[in-house]
Every structure is written in structure tokens, then in C-alpha cells.
């Protein structure tokens, strides 16, 4: 088997990589790289103006919907979405590919082409406006609905074709539109119950804005079990993508331009690598004004920072204009009830914080920011025995774990680098040397406070 570099593409003249380092290489990820390749976080003094955060995205022409959507309870049971059939290149029609929120003024904002109207009172001002109907992947969600869409990039054999299920509540009134993804690798199963629980519990009559929620992105890699792409790619690593480009490109492209760009707010759930854990928490650009506003409404949450790697959907988003950011909770493959839960609950409180929910929500002890965070590596090859927890407080010098040499018998102790907290781990396994351990984060104050 030939391995291929990240593009895809074999360089010549390089010579093959050992077997360690091909392990270490398959073994890492966003989870890693995020944090190791992120821009050190800026000086508050010396922070970009806001006028340097992402531009506005801009507004495509708005689509014709085909079908007004059915209002469905999404907690009852419902038949499989059916496969879309393949569109004709020659036709010219592409209004299947668009979503657009139609009409959509935030609230308070007076259209530029209305005339000035006379100030409301107090009173009135009070008032949420009402909503407008959401079209949405050939179909029009109307105000106070739920349904069930189905999204296809129209990549695959037209008659094995399946599309993914898209879950969609348009509110009564008037807000910002939200946007949940899951799965973006195929082995991440907690983002996949997070949503469920999120969007089902949500009461379109109570609801100001919109939440449109995809369980299961990468489905061909769900339905394998595996964290890649049939063409052995990493979706997440290709956003925004391209019409022209390899399978994961289109698919990132598809899923960007049909949905993503048309969002006001982005949140991407994932869990940690295969044998890797991680603490519930955010990975966001702290350097971004608005994206650092953004994690304050995630309540009990930590927060890394990171300005996310090249091709990540957050950082495609982000450079969009649109306030995303990274909800980490847990390991791959496994269903998980605590990190299920402290997703959810921090789902609720940042529609609580958006206006978007009204409910008597308590709000916990804040979370500290991690700015300052770094993965440990082990030394040595060989079984490793962790003798800390996720989530365990440890101090600099303290013994993390051993390293055991099942042929000679040695042990190899690992160290903290530094005082702070276990917020991402390796699960005991068989290691080499090189392999990212332990990700421990220290507590810094969020800038301006």
C-alpha cells in the first residue's frame, strides 16, 4: 500500500516514512494539530480593532422552493429519507443546491429599502417579530415547523445513492439561525446523540430563530465505522471545499455552499482520535473578537484556544463571517453519557444566551479559558499505564503515566510539563515514541476582563 501525503499526492524523491513514523502519522489529528500548529494567542493590548474580524458574508439570490415542508413531531418515529434522483448537468437547474433564509432582517434592523417607520414604544419594542419561512433544500420550512430534510452532494452511483438526514425547526419569531454538525468523522458517536437530544427537545412555538441540525455528515464513514471517506480522505480537512476537486472537496464544498455559508452560528461537534479522550470542551480562536464573545454563552465549559488548522470547517467558517467553533466531548466509537450530557446542557444555555430559548436555566461556575495548552509525548515505545484521570488538576514534575517495556521490563515514567489540568488523554494502549499522551491546559484570564 502507498501512502499518500495530505494533498493527496505522492512527492518524488522522499523516502518512505519507518513504521513508527507511519503509526505516529495516522495517529494524530485535528486534536493534536489544532493545538501544537495554533497561532499563540495575541495581547489584549495588542489585539487586532474589530473592524479586522471576518467580513459579512454575503446574500445568494434566493431560490425558488419546490414543496412546502410537513410539520412533523421529530420525536416520533419516521420513515428513511428516500434517495434523491441525479440531476441532469444539461438542465441548468440548480435550485436543489441552494439555501437561503428568505427575508431575514435580525431583529430590530430596519430593511435599507423600507422607509423609516415611527419609533415603537417600550412596550411594543418588547414585541419579537415574527419569523419568515426558511427554504431549505428544495423545500420551504415554514414558521413555528419542524421537519426532516434530506441533504445529497451528488457525488455517488446514482442508484446506490443516500442522502443524509437534515433536521430543521424554524421558530415562530424572528433570530439567528443556528447551525449543529456530528460525525464529520464517521467514528465520533457522541455529537450524533447530542444533536438528537437537542433538536428534539426543541418546541418550534417557543422558539426564536432557527436550528438546523446534521447528525451524521460523513455517512459512507458512519456506516463503515471509520473516521474517513471511501477515498481515504479526512473531510474535515478540505472545507470549504471545491465543485472540481476530489470527493472530500466536493462533499465539503456541497455541504458549505448548500447549508454552512447560510448559517449565523456554527457549532461542530466531535469526540477525541481513535484511542484518545477528551474533556468537554470548545476549540476556538480566542484572537477573534467575535468568536471569543461566542464561547461565553457555553455554560460549564472550557475553552482552548486555537485557530484551527487549514481546511477545518471552523476555520472555513469563521473566515466566512460566521461565529463557529469546536465542541469536543469524549473518544471515539463509544457512546458516552456524561459528555452527551454536558453537550446538551451547553447547547441549551448558549440558545438561552442567543435569545433564542426562554427557560429557567441556572447557570454554573464559569469554566476557565485553557489559552495556554501543549500535548506531552512519550520518550519511549512500549504499553502505556496512566496513573491520572480526565480532568484530574496536576502540578509540573508530577508522574502522568509510565511507559512499560514488555520485553525488557523497563518503565518509563511520563511528566507533566507544567501546572494545569488534564483536558485531553490517550487511553492506556500500546504506544510509540512521539505518540501525544496527555493535553494539559493552564488556566489563563480571558482578555479584557
Same mark, same amino acid.
Given at each position: 500500500?502507498?501512502?499518500?501525503?495530505?494533498?493527496?499526492? %505522492?512527492?518524488?524523491?522522499?523516502?518512505?516514512?519507518?513504521?513508527?513514523?507511519?503509526?505516529?502519522?495516522?495517529?494524530? $489529528?485535528?486534536?493534536?494539530?489544532?493545538?501544537?500548529?495554533?497561532?499563540?494567542?495575541?495581547?489584549?493590548?495588542?489585539?487586532?480593532?474589530?473592524?479586522?474580524?471576518?467580513?459579512?458574508?454575503?446574500?445568494?439570490?434566493?431560490?425558488?422552493?419546490? /414543496?412546502?415542508?410537513?410539520?412533523?413531531?421529530? !420525536?416520533?418515529?419516521?420513515?428513511?429519507?428516500?434517495?434523491?434522483? @441525479?440531476? +441532469?448537468?444539461?438542465?441548468?437547474?440548480?435550485?436543489?443546491?441552494?439555501?437561503?433564509?428568505?427575508?431575514?432582517?435580525?431583529?430590530?434592523?430596519?430593511?435599507?429599502?423600507?422607509?423609516?417607520?415611527?419609533?415603537?414604544?417600550?412596550?411594543?419594542?418588547?414585541?419579537?417579530?415574527?419569523?419568515? +419561512?426558511?427554504?431549505?433544500? $428544495?423545500?420551504?420550512?415554514? @414558521?413555528?415547523?419542524?421537519?426532516?430534510?434530506?441533504?445529497?452532494?451528488?457525488?455517488?452511483?446514482?442508484?446506490?445513492?443516500? @442522502?443524509? #438526514?437534515?433536521?430543521?425547526?424554524?421558530?415562530?419569531?424572528?433570530? #439567528?439561525?443556528?447551525?449543529?454538525?456530528?460525525?464529520?468523522?464517521?467514528?465520533?458517536?457522541?455529537? %450524533?446523540?447530542?444533536?438528537?437530544? /437537542?433538536?428534539?427537545?426543541?418546541?418550534?412555538?417557543?422558539?426564536?430563530?432557527?436550528?438546523?441540525?446534521?447528525?451524521?455528515?460523513?455517512?459512507?464513514? =458512519?456506516?463503515?465505522?471509520?473516521?474517513?471517506?471511501?477515498?481515504?480522505?479526512?473531510?474535515?480537512?478540505?472545507?470549504?471545499?471545491?465543485?472540481?476537486?476530489?470527493?472530500?472537496?466536493?462533499?465539503? &464544498?456541497?455541504? =458549505?455552499? +448548500?447549508?454552512?455559508? &447560510?448559517?449565523?452560528?456554527?457549532?461542530? %461537534?466531535?469526540?477525541?482520535?481513535?484511542?484518545?479522550?477528551?474533556?468537554?470542551?470548545?476549540?476556538?480562536?480566542?484572537?477573534?473578537?467575535?468568536?471569543?464573545? =461566542?464561547?461565553?454563552?457555553? $455554560?460549564?465549559?472550557?475553552?482552548?484556544?486555537?485557530?484551527?488548522?487549514?481546511?477545518?470547517?471552523?476555520?472555513?467558517?469563521?473566515?466566512?463571517?460566521?461565529?463557529?467553533?469546536?465542541?469536543?466531548?469524549?473518544?471515539?466509537?463509544?457512546?458516552?453519557?456524561?459528555?452527551?450530557?454536558?453537550?446538551?446542557?451547553?447547547?441549551?444555555?448558549?440558545?438561552?444566551?442567543?435569545?433564542?430559548?426562554?427557560?429557567?436555566?441556572?447557570?454554573?461556575?464559569?469554566? #476557565?479559558?485553557?489559552?495556554?495548552?501543549?500535548?506531552?509525548?512519550?520518550?519511549?515505545?512500549?504499553?502505556?499505564?496512566?496513573?491520572? !484521570?480526565?480532568?484530574?488538576?496536576?502540578?509540573?514534575?508530577?508522574?502522568?503515566?509510565? %511507559?512499560?517495556?514488555?520485553?525488557?521490563?523497563?518503565?518509563?515514567?511520563?511528566?507533566?510539563?507544567?501546572?494545569?489540568?488534564?483536558?485531553?488523554?490517550?487511553?492506556?494502549?500500546?504506544?510509540?515514541?512521539? =505518540?501525544?499522551?496527555? &493535553?494539559?491546559? /493552564?488556566?489563563? !484570564?480571558? @482578555?479584557?476582563?
Amino acid at each position: 500500500m502507498t501512502l499518500a501525503e495530505p494533498s493527496g499526492n %505522492i512527492s518524488k524523491g522522499k523516502t518512505q516514512p519507518t513504521q513508527d513514523a507511519l503509526l505516529a502519522q495516522l495517529a494524530e $489529528d485535528e486534536n493534536v494539530e489544532d493545538v501544537e500548529r495554533s497561532e499563540p494567542l495575541q495581547d489584549a493590548h495588542n489585539a487586532p480593532p474589530s473592524e479586522d474580524a471576518p467580513p459579512v458574508k454575503k446574500t445568494k439570490p434566493k431560490p425558488k422552493p419546490k /414543496t412546502v415542508a410537513p410539520n412533523i413531531d421529530l !420525536k416520533e418515529v419516521a420513515p428513511a429519507p428516500t434517495p434523491e434522483p @441525479p440531476k +441532469n448537468p444539461a438542465s441548468g437547474d440548480s435550485s436543489g443546491d441552494e439555501v437561503q433564509v428568505v427575508d431575514k432582517t435580525p431583529e430590530g434592523d430596519v430593511p435599507a429599502a423600507e422607509a423609516p417607520v415611527p419609533q415603537a414604544s417600550q412596550s411594543e419594542a418588547k414585541e419579537p417579530l415574527p419569523a419568515n +419561512n426558511l427554504v431549505l433544500l $428544495d423545500s420551504e420550512v415554514l @414558521p413555528g415547523t419542524s421537519t426532516r430534510l434530506a441533504w445529497s452532494s451528488n457525488i455517488q452511483i446514482a442508484g446506490l445513492s443516500q @442522502p443524509t #438526514p437534515v433536521l430543521v425547526v424554524n421558530g415562530v419569531n424572528a433570530g #439567528p439561525t443556528l447551525c449543529l454538525t456530528g460525525t464529520i468523522h464517521g467514528d465520533e458517536l457522541n455529537g %450524533i446523540e447530542i444533536i438528537r437530544q /437537542t433538536m428534539y427537545d426543541l418546541d418550534p412555538e417557543k422558539l426564536s430563530g432557527s436550528v438546523v441540525g446534521i447528525p451524521i455528515v460523513n455517512l459512507p464513514g =458512519f456506516q463503515q465505522g471509520s473516521r474517513y471517506l471511501p477515498d481515504r480522505r479526512d473531510l474535515n480537512r478540505h472545507f470549504p471545499g471545491s465543485p472540481n476537486g476530489s470527493l472530500a472537496d466536493r462533499i465539503a &464544498h456541497s455541504l =458549505f455552499e +448548500n447549508i454552512i455559508r &447560510h448559517c449565523d452560528m456554527l457549532v461542530d %461537534i466531535h469526540t477525541g482520535s481513535l484511542k484518545r479522550t477528551n474533556l468537554p470542551q470548545l476549540r476556538a480562536d480566542m484572537n477573534n473578537p467575535t468568536v471569543a464573545e =461566542f464561547t461565553r454563552g457555553f $455554560d460549564r465549559m472550557a475553552v482552548v484556544h486555537s485557530t484551527g488548522s487549514s481546511g477545518m470547517l471552523r476555520t472555513a467558517a469563521v473566515n466566512a463571517g460566521i461565529r463557529a467553533v469546536t465542541l469536543e466531548a469524549g473518544e471515539s466509537h463509544r457512546i458516552q453519557e456524561h459528555q452527551i450530557d454536558a453537550g446538551v446542557n451547553s447547547l441549551t444555555s448558549l440558545m438561552e444566551k442567543q435569545g433564542m430559548i426562554s427557560r429557567m436555566f441556572v447557570w454554573g461556575d464559569p469554566q #476557565p479559558v485553557y489559552y495556554n495548552s501543549a500535548w506531552v509525548r512519550a520518550n519511549h515505545g512500549g504499553i502505556l499505564f496512566s496513573e491520572v !484521570k480526565l480532568g484530574a488538576k496536576v502540578s509540573k514534575g508530577q508522574i502522568l503515566g509510565y %511507559i512499560a517495556d514488555p520485553i525488557t521490563n523497563a518503565q518509563y515514567p511520563i511528566h507533566s510539563t507544567n501546572d494545569g489540568r488534564i483536558i485531553g488523554m490517550a487511553v492506556d494502549q500500546v504506544v510509540m515514541a512521539g =505518540f501525544a499522551a496527555y &493535553h494539559i491546559g /493552564t488556566e489563563a !484570564k480571558v @482578555p479584557g476582563e
